[in-house]
């Protein structure tokens, strides 16, 4: 049986009692360690886990994926993953799917059994801010920009949000065990430290787009929240404008952001206000551009 067993959002207690009875009993433990991170190191997980585990990385997973899946047509193998093996986490949503889809289809051509067990992901725990979850549009992704690479289509997921009035949650890149391109085309295992895209980056970089497209879904002004390390002990969110979003440093990662659409309710908006970077340019904003359009 092959098991995909979510952990959770910030550390080693947040697996389910489920998950962890699963863990104890695999013959081999694999962590998923390049579309998502935890808030603690592999040891840690270890130590609270009782059990090795096995790093299993982007060449691993995309590559290997027989390797982890030998045996477990007659033994237990457990493939741990950030969040739920299936819902969207603090990563890019589109390389997250395919993976852990890709590792289930190919389960399934070896006659290999599977069994998913589910735990918080970023798509259930952003209602901690107070925004509704029924309020939210389509989830996008945020990757870091390049001098000559500057992708837009999250721009035009943002529109059709808007159009409708829906929030829209953005997830933010990571970079975790890349090659730069000269690395990459020379053949050299020579990887890049990790980056992990802030509140104030991604901020920065919606503006930088909006600027150029001038389609007027935001403005500088727009509401948004940001937050960072959600589901842990030391979570942060913060409440402003993007241009003051753009301006504001929220701590270590993980980050997401979330752009405020005009059906906005009055509960949500009294509920972020407690967190406004400044109360009194969030009232202003919000009576100017928000207050009586829900509709």
Known sequence: MLYLVGLGLADEADITVKGLEVVKTSRRVYLEAYTSVLLVDKEKLETYYGRSIILADREMVESSSDEILEGAD?????????????????NLTDVRATTHTDLVLRARELGVSIQNIHNASIISAIGATGLQLYNFGQTVSMVFFTETWKPSSFYDRLKENREIG?????????????????????????????????????????????????EGVYESQS???????????????????????????????????????????????????DFAIDCDIFDTVWAEKYEGRQR
């Open 166 to 214: 829906l929030h829209t949650l953005l997830l933010l890149d990571i970079k975790v065990k890349e090659q730069s391109l000269e690395n990459l085309a020379r053949g050299r295992k020579i990887y890049e430290p990790p980056r992990f895209m802030t509140v104030a980056q991604c901020a920065s970089q919606m503006l930088e787009i909006e600027e150029s497209r001038h």
């Open 223 to 273: 509401l948004a929240v940001g937050v960072a390390r959600i589901g842990s002990k030391d979570q942060k969110m913060v409440s402003g404008t993007l241009e003051q979003l753009s301006k504001t440093e929220i701590g270590p990662p993980l980050h997401s952001l979330v752009l405020l659409g005009r059906r906005t309710h009055v509960l949500e908006k009294e509920f972020i206000r």
């Open 74 to 90: 007659v033994d237990d193998v457990a493939f741990l993953v950030v969040g739920d093996p299936f819902g969207m986490n603090r």
